[in-house]
Structure formats: structure tokens, C-alpha cells
Antibody, heavy 120, light 109 residues
Framework: QVQLQQWGAGLLKPSETLSLTCAVN????????WSWIRQPPGKRLEWIGD???????NYNPSLKSRVTISVDTSKNQFSLKLTSVTAADTAVFYC??????????????WGQGSLVTVSS | SSELTQDPAVSVALGQTVRITCQGD??????ASWYQQKPGQAPVLVIY???NRPSGIPDRFSASTSEDTTSLTITGAQAEDEADYYC????????????FGGGTKLTVL
């Protein structure tokens, strides 16, 4: 059973770069695409972007200019970088596996979540 | 609309049946998936591929879809079903970006 373990810095100052990593345990990067999703306090889930095992990416247009998702097949990990953060980026960030090919779409499994707070 | 719309809150008496709906044009192309989220926890997939349940999800959870609307039904709601529920789909007209509904808070009375 595939499980995801994520980590990264939890407190950032405005203008810094958010960096999170997600390890894929018990499975191969080849078995899914991989996604990052965030949830500001008390708000809905927001998709950040996807990456395939071969490195093809797809980003939320609202975040595209600041987001980079990458994959490290040697470590069975994928990562998120979000530049120039502001208080509006404060959220719980989740990594997740993604299955999507028309008409199929779902996210499973999910990481445990990482609270990232942006404050001066 | 390319967004997904859900009712903010729904309540159900213990043991009764409740339906949570999600509406959006993207549902005409991509199957919806449904997620249960309890406070302080990561979302959990409860329905995928129209009406399939992952291993471990009780069979009281089911779903149906008609055109641009999908519904999650809980038949015989239990106290442990009290949670936020999110629908999700993708927008094929916008580079297949993933969408989430605003979430429905289910209260079991």
C-alpha cells in the first residue's frame, strides 16, 4: 500500500520560498501522477499542480508564475517550491497521488499535511 | 461554470439518509471524486470512478451523476460520518486543472 510522507519548513517570512518534499513509500513513482494541494485555514481545498514520473508538469494558472514541482526518481520523492510567499499563502499543504485520464480523476493516497505559516 | 458548487451545510438524523450535491460543467467530462475530511485530518477518498469505493469505505456511501450534477448519498448516516465533504473534478477546457467544490459540512443529529 502506497503511503506518502511529507516534510518542509513550517514558518516563512514574506518573500521567502516555500519548499516541501513528499516521499513515496511502498510503491513506485510510475504508478501515479503526483500532486500538491493546499487548504488555507477554514477554506476549500485548492489544487496547486501535478507532475508525472517523467517530469511533465501541469500547474494551477493562478499560481503558475510562482510554482515549481519536480520529481527525483532516484529517491522516490517529489517536491514543491513556491516563491515570493505572502500571508495569503498560509495553508496546510498536502501531497497526493493523482489518477487522471479522461474521464477518470481522483486523488489517493494523501500525505499527512504540512502547516506552512507566512508571517513577518 | 468551470467551478464546482456545493451547499455549505447539511444535517441528517442518525440512521437516516442524506444526499450531498455538487454541480459544475466539468462533471460532464470528468467523473467526480468525493473526499471526507475530519477536523485536523487529511482528506480521505470515499468515492471515485462514478460510484466506486476504496477498500475500507463502508457501503453506505454511494454516488450518482446526471449531466452536470453529482450526488454523494450516505444511507443510514452514522455519528462518525460527521465531517466536511468535498467533490472534485477537472476542467478539460482549462488544461485539465483540478477543481474542488467549496465543501459541505455534514452534521449528524
Amino acid at each position: 500500500q502506497v503511503q506518502l510522507q511529507q516534510w518542509g519548513a513550517g514558518l516563512l517570512k514574506p518573500s521567502e520560498t516555500l519548499s516541501l518534499t513528499c516521499a513515496v513509500n511502498g510503491g513506485s513513482l510510475n504508478s501515479y501522477s503526483w500532486s500538491w494541494i493546499r487548504q488555507p485555514p477554514g477554506k476549500r481545498l485548492e489544487w496547486i499542480g501535478d507532475i508525472t514520473h517523467s517530469g511533465n508538469t501541469n500547474y494551477n494558472p493562478s499560481l503558475k508564475s510562482r510554482v515549481t514541482i519536480s520529481v527525483d526518481t532516484s529517491k522516490n520523492q517529489f517536491s514543491l517550491k513556491l516563491t515570493s510567499v505572502t500571508a495569503a499563502d498560509t495553508a496546510v499543504f498536502y501531497c497526493a497521488g493523482a489518477k487522471y485520464y479522461l474521464p477518470i480523476h481522483y486523488f489517493v493516497p494523501w500525505g499527512q499535511g504540512s502547516l506552512v505559516t507566512v508571517s513577518s | 461554470s468551470s467551478e464546482l458548487t456545493q451547499d455549505p451545510a447539511v444535517s441528517v438524523a442518525l440512521g437516516q439518509t442524506v444526499r450531498i450535491t455538487c454541480q459544475g460543467d466539468s462533471l460532464r467530462s470528468y467523473y467526480a471524486s468525493w473526499y471526507q475530511q475530519k477536523p485536523g485530518q487529511a482528506p480521505v477518498l470515499v468515492i471515485y470512478d462514478r460510484n466506486n469505493r476504496p477498500s475500507g469505505i463502508p457501503d453506505r456511501f454511494s454516488a450518482s451523476t446526471s449531466e452536470d450534477t453529482t450526488s454523494l448519498t450516505i444511507t443510514g448516516a452514522q455519528a462518525e460520518d460527521e465531517a466536511d465533504y468535498y467533490c472534485s473534478s477537472r476542467d478539460r477546457t482549462s488544461n485539465h486543472r483540478a477543481l474542488f467544490g467549496g465543501g459541505t459540512k455534514l452534521t449528524v443529529l
